[in-house]
């Protein structure tokens, strides 16, 4: 499987503009790779990732990247449950 992922809005409280969009490429990458990687659970599409709500997460990565890789492996996680 190969995945493209594209982000239209990534709002994360306290970054600037440049580093909004470092955590949003790094978000792309690391959900696309784990896409990659692992696929998606029998009976998931593509589309469930967009029904998915993390709500408020802690943060405890202090770079805009590893903040955008950290919120992919969330994302990714509730795929899984």
């Known amino acids: 499987m190969n995945a493209l ?9 306290g970054l600037t503009p440049d580093e909004g969009r470092r955590a949003a490429r790094a978000f792309e990458d690391m959900l696309a790779e ?3 990687r692992h696929g998606l659970p029998e009976g998931k599409t593509i589309e469930d990732i967009a ?11 202090n770079t805009p990247e590893g903040l955008g890789q950290e919120l992919a492996r969330a994302l990714f996680g509730e795929l899984w449950r």
Do not use: A, Q, V, Y
């Not at 029904?51 to 990565?61: A, K, N, S, V």
């Open 51 to 61: 029904r998915i709500d993390l709500g408020e997460l802690p943060r405890t990565m």
């Open 5 to 13: 992922i594209e982000i239209d809005t990534l709002s994360l409280e």
């Open 34 to 36: 784990l896409l990659n």
